[in-house]
C-alpha cells in the first residue's frame, strides 16, 4: 500500500509540474459551423483536426465545433468525412471565433475518417478509437432509426449482444461471454459508470439520460481496461449528453406501442399489451458562460411475457405423464429428489420435483419507469467547463440475474461534479440504489410450497403413495401421487397446496414480498459507489505527440443486511480500486501512428496488476488503413464474485473469496453436479446386470459398483481455490478502406486468451462428509432434504481462448443509404473443468440496414434486418438452447419544419417471429410504435 500511495503522489505531482510548464503556451479556441455546399444543410459527423499535429482533433456534431489549438493563427484545419471531399480551410486572427466551413459532396480521406469522439483521456483518445474500430449512432440515427428506443437501436451495430430482460431493461455486451448481470462489459454516461453498485452492472437505461438528451452513442468491441478499467473486459458502450450550451431549447416527446400484434381467438388481432412513453427536455444558456439543462421521461407499459412452460429437461410440460417436469419459467419446483422405481421390466431413477409456479402468477407484467436528470454547467473559459448534475431513476420491472427478480420501486440516485479544462480534468460521482419492495420469484414460490409442507414431508408422501399406493390410491400413478403430496392430508401442520389467485394464495404472497428474513423473498440491496478521478493531457514533451495521465479510486460500500453479502449486524463490508495509468499518442513517419498505454490495478483483496497495450495504425493510401493492437488485462472478481452467499430457494449462490466458502463448509462436503449425473447414468445402466435379490438390494450393489465416480468429484481444497482476478491477452487487427469513394469497408479479427477464467462451479453439498462416509454421502446426492445445491465463483484451472471476426460495409447514394455487418464469433476451447464458461453469444449474427433519412422533401425511411443464429446459453438461472431467428425492422418518418416537429410510425420485429435473446427470459414479439416530438433547439 505504501508503495501505492507514493506512486500516487509521484502522478499528482506530474501533474502540477505538466500544469506550470503548458500555462506557458498560448492556446486559441476555434468556433465554426460546417454546411453542406449543395443543400445549405448542417453536417454530422465531419473530423476537423489540425494540420500541424493530427491527433488534435474534433468531431463536427450537428454543423457546429470547437477545438483548441496550441498555436498562433494563421494556422490551417483539415475537414474530412464519409461522402465529402477533403478541404483545408486557413484559421486567421479575424475568422477563428466564427469560421464558416461548406463541404461540397463525394470525396472522402479515410486517414481521420474513423475519429468519433473524445474521452477524459484526451484528444489522443482519437487515436484509440481508430485502432479499435468502433461504431457510432450519431444524432441522425438515432432520429432515423427503425427502432422503439435507443437501447434496440444498438442490436445493429456489428458484434453487439443485446440481452431482453424486460420491456424497460436490455444489457449490452460483444465477443461473448454474455450474462443479463455482465460485468466484463462497461457503460458510460458521459464518463460516468452508470452501474447500479450492488449488481455491479448497468440496468439498461433505467436511471440514464432520457432519448431527447442524447447526443450519441458509442460502441467500442473489445479489451478497453487501459481506458475505461480494470472490468472492461468484452467492450464499453459511451452515452454523450447535449450540451445546453449546443442545443438549447424545449423538446417533448411521446411514443406509444402496441405489444406483441397477433390473432385473437375469435378472428380479427389483438395486442397482448400497450406503452406509452412521454419526455420532457428544457435548456437553456444565460450567456456564453452559464446555462443549464433538465429532462425527465415517464414510462407506463405491459411488460413483456416470460410464459416458456416447457420442461427445462425436455420431457413432456403434462404434470400427469412427467414427475420430472420442472418449468422454464415455473418456480418452486427447482427442488427435487431422484426416486427409484421399479416398474416391471424397467429399473431406473425418475427424477421427482415439486409442484410449481408460473411466473404470470407471482408477478403482475407491468413496467413503470420515471427519470429525472438535471445538470448547472459554468465556463471560467472558453476552454473550460464546471459541471454539476443530478440523475434520479425510479422502476417497476423484470430482471434476470440468478433468478427472475421483481424490481418494485427500485431506485438508482446518482451525482456528479466535474471539471474539463484544456489540460486538466477531474471528476467527483456517486451511485447509491434502493432495492425498495423488490422480491425474488424463485424465493417466493418455494416459501409458499413451504407454508404447505416441508420438502423431507412431501417427497416421502410422494414416494409412499407412488410405490404403494393408500386405500383409495392406485401404486405407480405419479398424477395420484403428487396429488396426494400437494393436499394437506395427515396432520394440521399440512395444509392443501395455496391455488395460484386464491384469496390464500394471494394473502401469503402479500406476507412473504414483504418479509427479508430467512422466511421472506424480499431483497435488501442499498448498496452505494464512491468514485474520484482525474486526469491530465501533455503535449509538449515530445514533438508531435500527447501523453495523458490519470489516476482513479473506487469505494463500494454494499448494504444488503445479510440477504446477498455476509454484511450482518457488526460485520460491514466494503470494497476499494485504485488505478494509475498514462497513454502515449504520436505520429511518427507519415501515415504511422502508434498508441501506447499503461495502466497500473489494485484492488483491496488483490495486489498491483500492470498491464500495458500497444496499438499501430498505418495509412497505405489516402483510401485504406491498417491497424494492430495488443494489449494484456486483468478483470478483478465482481463485488458479488467476491462476496455472495445468497440463499435463492433451489440453490445457493456463493462468491469465491475463502471466508465464504469455508463458512458454508463446502471443501470436503460436496460433489460436482457433472459427477453425481455420471454416478446416476452409471447405476442406471448396471442395475439390469444384477438379476438376483430386492430392487432395494440391487440398487445397493449399483451404487457401490460405482462409487469411484463420486469419489473422484469430491470438492477439496485442489478443487476449488480461492478466486482470483481474471486475465486476458488480446490480439486485433483489421483494415478500413473507401471503395469508389461512396463504399466504407471495415474488416477485422481477434484473438483473447483468457487464464484464470472466472466462471461457476456447480456443486451439491451432502449432510453427511463423503469424506468420512462415502456410502451414506451417495444416499443423500438425489435428495433435497439432504443435501443442497451450490453455485460457487470461481477460475478454470485450464486457459480459454475465443477469437472472432467482424465485417463492417456502408454504401452511400444520393437516393439511399445502406449498411451490411456480420459477426462471427467462437470459443475455441471448451474446458474440461468442473467449471461452466457461458460463452452465451451466436455463432454468427449479421445485421442490414436500407433506407434514407430525406428521400423527399421532409420525408425518410428506414428497413433494419438482424439475423441471430442459435445458441447455448448458460447461467446460474438456467441452461438452454436459443433457436435461430430473423427480425425486420421498418420506420417512415416526417418532418414538420414550420411546427419544430418529426413525427415516426414504425414497427420491430414485423414478421411476428417470436424470439429470445436469453433462456428463460420474456419473449418478444411484434411491435408496432409511433412517435411525436416537438423540438425547439436550432440543432
Same mark, same amino acid.
Given at each position: 500500500?505504501?508503495?501505492f500511495?507514493?506512486?500516487?503522489?509521484?502522478?499528482?505531482?506530474?501533474?502540477?509540474?505538466?500544469?506550470?510548464?503548458?500555462?506557458?503556451?498560448?492556446?486559441?479556441?476555434?468556433?465554426?459551423?460546417?454546411?453542406?455546399?449543395?443543400?445549405?444543410?448542417?453536417?454530422d459527423g465531419?473530423?476537423?483536426?489540425?494540420?500541424?499535429?493530427?491527433?488534435?482533433?474534433?468531431?463536427?456534431?450537428?454543423?457546429?465545433?470547437?477545438?483548441?489549438?496550441?498555436?498562433?493563427?494563421?494556422?490551417?484545419?483539415?475537414?474530412?468525412?464519409?461522402?465529402?471531399?477533403?478541404?483545408?480551410?486557413?484559421?486567421?486572427?479575424?475568422?477563428?471565433?466564427?469560421?464558416?466551413?461548406?463541404?461540397?459532396? !463525394?470525396?472522402?480521406?479515410?486517414?481521420?475518417?474513423?475519429?468519433?469522439?473524445?474521452?477524459?483521456?484526451?484528444?489522443? /483518445?482519437?487515436?484509440?478509437?481508430?485502432?479499435?474500430?468502433?461504431?457510432?449512432?450519431? *444524432?441522425?440515427?438515432?432520429?432515423?432509426?427503425?427502432?422503439?428506443?435507443?437501447?434496440?437501436?444498438?442490436?445493429?451495430?456489428?458484434?453487439?449482444?443485446?440481452?431482453?430482460?424486460s420491456?424497460?431493461?436490455?444489457?449490452?455486451?460483444?465477443?461473448?461471454?454474455?450474462?443479463t448481470?455482465n460485468?466484463?462489459?462497461?457503460?458510460?454516461?458521459?464518463?460516468?459508470?452508470?452501474?447500479?453498485?450492488?449488481?455491479?452492472?448497468?440496468?439498461?437505461?433505467?436511471?440514464?439520460?432520457?432519448?431527447?438528451?442524447?447526443?450519441?452513442?458509442?460502441?467500442?468491441?473489445?479489451?478497453?481496461?487501459?481506458?475505461?478499467?480494470?472490468?472492461?473486459?468484452?467492450?464499453?458502450?459511451?452515452?454523450?449528453?447535449?450540451?445546453?450550451?449546443?442545443?438549447?431549447?424545449?423538446?417533448?416527446?411521446?411514443?406509444?406501442?402496441?405489444?406483441?400484434?397477433?390473432?385473437?381467438?375469435?378472428?380479427?388481432?389483438?395486442?397482448?399489451?400497450?406503452? $406509452?412513453?412521454?419526455?420532457?427536455?428544457?435548456?437553456?444558456a444565460?450567456?456564453?458562460?452559464?446555462?443549464?439543462?433538465?429532462?425527465?421521461?415517464?414510462?407506463?407499459?405491459?411488460?413483456?411475457?416470460?410464459?416458456?412452460?416447457?420442461?427445462?429437461?425436455?420431457?413432456?410440460?403434462?404434470?400427469?405423464?412427467?414427475?420430472?417436469y420442472?418449468?422454464?419459467?415455473?418456480y418452486?419446483?427447482?427442488?427435487?429428489?431422484?426416486?427409484?422405481?421399479?416398474?416391471?421390466?424397467?429399473f431406473?431413477?425418475?427424477?421427482?420435483?415439486?409442484?410449481?409456479?408460473?411466473?404470470?402468477?407471482?408477478?403482475i407484467?407491468?413496467?413503470?419507469?420515471?427519470?429525472?436528470?438535471?445538470?448547472?454547467?459554468?465556463?471560467?473559459?472558453?476552454?473550460?467547463?464546471?459541471?454539476?448534475?443530478?440523475?434520479?431513476?425510479?422502476?417497476?420491472?423484470?430482471?434476470?440475474?440468478?433468478?427472475?427478480? /421483481?424490481?418494485?420501486?427500485?431506485?438508482?440516485?446518482?451525482?456528479?461534479?466535474?471539471?474539463?479544462?484544456?489540460?486538466?480534468?477531474?471528476?467527483?460521482?456517486?451511485?447509491?440504489?434502493?432495492?425498495?419492495?423488490?422480491?425474488?420469484?424463485?424465493?417466493?414460490?418455494?416459501?409458499?410450497?413451504?407454508?404447505?409442507?416441508?420438502?423431507?414431508?412431501w417427497?416421502?408422501?410422494?414416494?409412499?403413495?407412488?410405490?404403494?399406493?393408500?386405500?383409495?390410491?392406485?401404486?405407480?400413478?405419479?398424477?395420484?401421487?403428487?396429488?396426494?403430496?400437494?393436499?394437506?392430508?395427515?396432520?394440521?401442520?399440512?395444509?392443501?397446496?395455496?391455488?395460484?389467485?386464491?384469496?390464500?394464495?394471494n394473502?401469503?404472497?402479500? !406476507?412473504?414480498?414483504?418479509?427479508?428474513?430467512?422466511?421472506?423473498?424480499?431483497?435488501?440491496?442499498?448498496?452505494?459507489?464512491?468514485?474520484?478521478s482525474?486526469?491530465?493531457?501533455?503535449?509538449?514533451?515530445?514533438?508531435?505527440?500527447?501523453?495523458?495521465?490519470?489516476?482513479?479510486?473506487?469505494?463500494?460500500?454494499?448494504?444488503?443486511?445479510?440477504?446477498?453479502?455476509?454484511?450482518? *449486524?457488526? $460485520?460491514?463490508?466494503?470494497?476499494?480500486?485504485?488505478? *494509475?495509468?498514462?497513454?502515449?499518442?504520436?505520429?511518427?513517419?507519415?501515415?504511422?501512428?502508434?498508441?501506447?498505454?499503461?495502466?497500473?490495478?489494485?484492488?483491496?483483496?488483490?495486489?498491483?496488476?500492470?498491464?500495458?497495450?500497444?496499438?499501430?495504425?498505418?495509412?497505405? $493510401?489516402?483510401?485504406?488503413?491498417?491497424?494492430?493492437?495488443?494489449?494484456?488485462?486483468?478483470?478483478f472478481?465482481?463485488?458479488?464474485e467476491?462476496?455472495?452467499?445468497?440463499?435463492?430457494?433451489?440453490?445457493?449462490?456463493?462468491?469465491?473469496?475463502?471466508?465464504?466458502?469455508?463458512?458454508?463448509?463446502?471443501?470436503?462436503?460436496?460433489?460436482?453436479?457433472?459427477?453425481?449425473?455420471?454416478?446416476?447414468?452409471?447405476?442406471?445402466?448396471?442395475?439390469?446386470?444384477f438379476?438376483?435379490?430386492?430392487?432395494?438390494?440391487?440398487?445397493?450393489?449399483?451404487?457401490?459398483?460405482?462409487?469411484?465416480?463420486?469419489?473422484?468429484?469430491?470438492?477439496?481444497?485442489?478443487?476449488?481455490?480461492?478466486?482470483?482476478?481474471?486475465?486476458?491477452?488480446?490480439?486485433?487487427?483489421?483494415?478500413?478502406?473507401?471503395?469508389?469513394?461512396?463504399?466504407?469497408?471495415?474488416?477485422?479479427?481477434?484473438?483473447?486468451?483468457?487464464?484464470?477464467?472466472?466462471?461457476?462451479?456447480?456443486?451439491?453439498?451432502?449432510?453427511?462428509?463423503?469424506l468420512?462416509?462415502?456410502?451414506?454421502?451417495?444416499?443423500?446426492?438425489?435428495?433435497?432434504?439432504?443435501?443442497?445445491?451450490?453455485?460457487?465463483?470461481?477460475?478454470?484451472?485450464?486457459?480459454?481462448?475465443?477469437?472472432?471476426?467482424?465485417?463492417?460495409?456502408?454504401?452511400?447514394?444520393?437516393?439511399?443509404?445502406?449498411?451490411?455487418?456480420?459477426?462471427?464469433?467462437?470459443?475455441i476451447?471448451n474446458?474440461?473443468?468442473?467449471?461452466?464458461?457461458?460463452?452465451?453469444?451466436?455463432?454468427?449474427?449479421?445485421?442490414?440496414?436500407?433506407?434514407?433519412?430525406?428521400?423527399?422533401?421532409?420525408?425518410?425511411?428506414?428497413?433494419?434486418?438482424?439475423?441471430?443464429?442459435?445458441?447455448?446459453?448458460?447461467?446460474?438461472?438456467?441452461?438452454?438452447?436459443?433457436?435461430?431467428?430473423? /427480425?425486420?425492422?421498418?420506420?417512415?418518418?416526417?418532418?414538420?419544419?414550420?411546427?419544430?416537429?418529426?413525427?415516426?410510425?414504425?414497427?420491430?420485429?414485423?414478421?411476428?417471429?417470436?424470439?429470445?435473446?436469453?433462456?428463460?427470459?420474456?419473449?418478444?414479439?411484434?411491435?408496432?410504435?409511433?412517435?411525436?416530438?416537438?423540438?425547439?433547439?436550432?440543432?
Amino acid at each position: 500500500m505504501n508503495k501505492f500511495f507514493k506512486g500516487l503522489l509521484v502522478c499528482l505531482l506530474l501533474f502540477s509540474a505538466s500544469s506550470w510548464v503548458n500555462a506557458q503556451t498560448e492556446t486559441v479556441t476555434v468556433k465554426g459551423l460546417v454546411t453542406n455546399a449543395s443543400t445549405g444543410e448542417l453536417v454530422d459527423g465531419v473530423n476537423v483536426v489540425y494540420e500541424d499535429d493530427k491527433t488534435v482533433g474534433v468531431l463536427v456534431s450537428q454543423g457546429r465545433f470547437q477545438l483548441d489549438i496550441e498555436s498562433t493563427p494563421p494556422f490551417f484545419l483539415i475537414f474530412s468525412g464519409i461522402g465529402y471531399q477533403e478541404r483545408r480551410v486557413q484559421v486567421t486572427i479575424n475568422n477563428f471565433q466564427n469560421l464558416q466551413v461548406t463541404l461540397v459532396e !463525394s470525396t472522402t480521406q479515410l486517414d481521420d475518417v474513423s475519429v468519433l469522439g473524445e474521452s477524459n483521456e484526451g484528444k489522443g /483518445a482519437d487515436l484509440i478509437l481508430s485502432a479499435f474500430s468502433p461504431d457510432k449512432l450519431t *444524432l441522425a440515427d438515432l432520429k432515423h432509426s427503425a427502432n422503439l428506443n435507443l437501447y434496440d437501436g444498438l442490436s445493429t451495430l456489428k458484434a453487439v449482444d443485446l440481452t431482453t430482460q424486460s420491456y424497460l431493461v436490455k444489457t449490452v455486451n460483444t465477443r461473448g461471454f454474455n450474462t443479463t448481470a455482465n460485468t466484463r462489459f462497461t457503460q458510460v454516461v458521459d464518463g460516468i459508470d452508470n452501474q447500479a453498485p450492488g449488481l455491479n452492472f448497468s440496468i439498461g437505461n433505467l436511471a440514464g439520460l432520457t432519448d431527447l438528451d442524447v447526443e450519441s452513442m458509442v460502441v467500442i468491441p473489445g479489451a478497453q481496461s487501459a481506458q475505461y478499467g480494470s472490468g472492461t473486459f468484452n467492450g464499453v458502450l459511451q452515452i454523450n449528453s447535449k450540451s445546453p450550451f449546443e442545443y438549447p431549447g424545449v423538446a417533448v416527446q411521446y411514443k406509444a406501442a402496441s405489444l406483441g400484434l397477433q390473432k385473437a381467438p375469435l378472428g380479427g388481432y389483438g395486442s397482448n399489451g400497450l406503452a $406509452n412513453e412521454l419526455a420532457f427536455r428544457y435548456a437553456h444558456a444565460f450567456n456564453d458562460r452559464f446555462a443549464f439543462k433538465v429532462s425527465t421521461t415517464y414510462i407506463k407499459a405491459d411488460d413483456f411475457l416470460s410464459n416458456n412452460y416447457n420442461d427445462v429437461n425436455g420431457g413432456d410440460s403434462d404434470l400427469d405423464d412427467n414427475p420430472s417436469y420442472s418449468g422454464v419459467n415455473v418456480y418452486g419446483d427447482e427442488t427435487g429428489v431422484f426416486l427409484f422405481t421399479v416398474i416391471p421390466g424397467e429399473f431406473k431413477y425418475t427424477p421427482i420435483f415439486r409442484t410449481g409456479y408460473k411466473e404470470e402468477d407471482l408477478a403482475i407484467n407491468k413496467v413503470e419507469n420515471l427519470k429525472a436528470n438535471a445538470s448547472f454547467h459554468f465556463k471560467p473559459s472558453d476552454s473550460e467547463e464546471v459541471i454539476v448534475g443530478l440523475n434520479h431513476g425510479l422502476a417497476d420491472a423484470m430482471i434476470t440475474g440468478d433468478n427472475r427478480i /421483481a424490481l418494485r420501486g427500485f431506485s438508482i440516485l446518482q451525482g456528479k461534479a466535474e471539471y474539463q479544462g484544456r489540460k486538466l480534468s477531474l471528476k467527483g460521482y456517486f451511485t447509491k440504489q434502493n432495492s425498495g419492495e423488490s422480491f425474488d420469484l424463485g424465493l417466493l414460490a418455494k416459501q409458499i410450497n413451504l407454508y404447505a409442507k416441508d420438502n423431507a414431508s412431501w417427497f416421502r408422501h410422494y414416494e409412499s403413495v407412488y410405490k404403494y399406493g393408500t386405500i383409495f390410491v392406485d401404486s405407480l400413478d405419479h398424477k395420484q401421487a403428487r396429488e396426494f403430496a400437494d393436499s394437506g392430508i395427515g396432520r394440521s401442520e399440512w395444509k392443501n397446496r395455496p391455488e395460484a389467485n386464491s384469496d390464500e394464495f394471494n394473502t401469503l404472497k402479500a !406476507s412473504i414480498v414483504n418479509d427479508a428474513g430467512p422466511s421472506g423473498a424480499r431483497i435488501v440491496d442499498n448498496s452505494a459507489m464512491y468514485n474520484l478521478s482525474a486526469a491530465y493531457k501533455e503535449t509538449g514533451l515530445f514533438s508531435n505527440a500527447v501523453v495523458n495521465f490519470g489516476v482513479n479510486f473506487r469505494q463500494y460500500l454494499p448494504e444488503s443486511k445479510g440477504t446477498i453479502f455476509p454484511d450482518t *449486524l457488526g $460485520n460491514d463490508i466494503s470494497l476499494y480500486e485504485a488505478s *494509475l495509468y498514462s497513454t502515449f499518442d504520436k505520429e511518427f513517419t507519415e501515415g504511422l501512428r502508434l498508441h501506447g498505454a499503461l495502466r497500473v490495478d489494485k484492488n483491496e483483496n488483490y495486489p498491483i496488476f500492470v498491464n500495458p497495450i500497444v496499438a499501430i495504425l498505418k495509412d497505405l $493510401n489516402a483510401e485504406t488503413n491498417l491497424r494492430l493492437s495488443i494489449q494484456r488485462a486483468v478483470r478483478f472478481p465482481s463485488l458479488r464474485e467476491q462476496f455472495q452467499n445468497q440463499d435463492l430457494g433451489g440453490r445457493v449462490i456463493l462468491g469465491g473469496l475463502d471466508p465464504i466458502i469455508d463458512g458454508n463448509e463446502i471443501r470436503g462436503n460436496s460433489f460436482t453436479i457433472s459427477s453425481i449425473y455420471s454416478f446416476n447414468r452409471a447405476v442406471e445402466a448396471d442395475l439390469e446386470k444384477f438379476d438376483q435379490g430386492t430392487a432395494d438390494y440391487r440398487l445397493t450393489l449399483a451404487e457401490l459398483n460405482n462409487l469411484d465416480i463420486l469419489k473422484a468429484g469430491i470438492i477439496t481444497k485442489n478443487e476449488l481455490n480461492e478466486i482470483r482476478p481474471e486475465k486476458v491477452i488480446s490480439l486485433e487487427g483489421g483494415f478500413k478502406s473507401f471503395l469508389w469513394k461512396r463504399l466504407f469497408i471495415d474488416v477485422g479479427g481477434y484473438y483473447n486468451g483468457y487464464t484464470d477464467f472466472i466462471g461457476i462451479y456447480r456443486l451439491v453439498r451432502v449432510q453427511t462428509s463423503p469424506l468420512i462416509d462415502l456410502v451414506q454421502a451417495s444416499k443423500q446426492v438425489n435428495n433435497d432434504s439432504q443435501s443442497r445445491e451450490y453455485y460457487v465463483a470461481g477460475n478454470s484451472k485450464e486457459s480459454v481462448r475465443t477469437f472472432g471476426l467482424e465485417f463492417n460495409s456502408e454504401y452511400t447514394h444520393r437516393l439511399f443509404i445502406a449498411k451490411f455487418n456480420a459477426t462471427y464469433n467462437r470459443l475455441i476451447t471448451n474446458t474440461s473443468s468442473d467449471i461452466t464458461p457461458a460463452f452465451n453469444t451466436p455463432e454468427l449474427k449479421m445485421n442490414f440496414v436500407f433506407g434514407q433519412n430525406s428521400v423527399l422533401k421532409n420525408f425518410g425511411y428506414r428497413f433494419n434486418v438482424r439475423y441471430r443464429e442459435g445458441f447455448m446459453w448458460e447461467s446460474a438461472f438456467l441452461d438452454g438452447m436459443l433457436p435461430t431467428y430473423t /427480425a425486420l425492422d421498418f420506420q417512415l418518418n416526417w418532418r414538420l419544419p414550420k411546427l419544430n416537429s418529426d413525427i415516426k410510425l414504425g414497427a420491430n420485429n414485423l414478421t411476428g417471429t417470436r424470439y429470445t435473446n436469453h433462456f428463460g427470459g420474456p419473449t418478444v414479439d411484434r411491435i408496432w410504435f409511433i412517435s411525436y416530438t416537438f423540438n425547439t433547439s436550432s440543432n
